[in-house]
């Protein structure tokens, strides 16, 4: 079970995991995997070493001088031609193009190979190995030859131009991705404001935002997205990925159940 999922089963019907008296009690994260994107944004690192007493310790006193914040939930459908559209929740963000099959080939890597993903040194050596060859290894696929993207604002649907040689495309909700890095400036990209972030991604931008000196480029603040695609392509929300075919449809907007409350540590 992934994070959107744990979190989403917990906050909603908590008594299922514990007797409280409080209906939807705020979430700490604790930064277990690989990426830690939202534990990063939350004050409570990249990295937990389980079998350490003092790091536990660490952790509960975070928590514990933690104040409670709003994160944004988004309803993620994808459709493709003529099936049951398909329903996930996005907290953290959703992407589609080469960091997407970055991911997927990353995941597909460590499921084939485990002895070469044993650490968290290893697995950030290894995205960094498999992101390069993605860049460099082959010809990219642009994604203004592929999508059609709207949005709608005051009620009107209207067009959004993709910047030529898009390589990717991502819908930011929080100031962080890919284990730690930056796509925009943390000041562009506010939790619990409504909207979320739509970034575009070329190969120079990605190049840079992988070696930590570069950003992709702002597009559109946004409540809402529909994306159109003519081709197949990977995708990934909140870090797993997954290929989808096509035609389809991608739709966000935002979830029935409103924001989740989380709790966020400041020094």
């Known amino acids: 079970m992934g994070y959107t999922s744990a979190v989403e089963n917990f906050q909603n019907k908590p008594s299922d995991f514990f007797k409280l008296e409080c209906t939807k009690p705020a979430i700490s994260v604790l930064p277990l995997g690989t990426g830690n994107d939202l534990a990063r944004v939350l004050g409570m690192g990249g990295g937990y070493d389980v079998k350490s007493r003092s790091t536990l310790v660490k952790a509960l006193t975070k928590v514990n001088n933690s104040v409670a914040c709003k994160l944004d939930r988004w309803s993620l459908y994808i459709r493709t031609d003529g099936s049951v559209p398909k329903h996930q929740v ?43 060859k993605n860049i460099f290894g082959k010809t990219l696929r642009h994604l203004e030859r592929s999508l059609e993207v709207t949005y709608k604002k005051d009620g009107i649907e209207k067009q959004l131009e993709i910047p030529s040689g898009t390589i990717a495309l991502i819908a930011l909700n929080i100031p962080s991705i890919y284990g730690g890095q930056t796509l ?83 020094k």
């Open 90 to 132: 996005m907290s953290n963000y959703f992407s589609i193009g080469v960091d997407a099959e970055l991911a997927l080939q990353f995941h597909t890597e460590r499921e084939n190979h485990p002895e070469k993903f044993s650490s968290r040194f290893q697995n950030k050596t290894q995205y960094f190995r498999i992101g390069m």
């Open 184 to 266: 925009l400036k943390t000041k562009d990209v506010k939790m619990g404001s409504g909207t979320f972030m739509l970034v575009s991604v070329s190969m120079t931008n990605f190049a840079g935002v992988m070696t930590g000196v570069g950003l992709g480029q702002k597009l559109l603040e946004t409540d809402n997205l529909k994306i159109k695609y003519h081709c197949d392509f990977s995708v990934q929300n909140d870090g797993e990925p997954w290929k989808v075919k096509s035609p389809g449809v991608i739709e966000l907007e935002k979830h029935e159940q409103g924001q989740q409350t989380v709790l966020q540590y400041c």
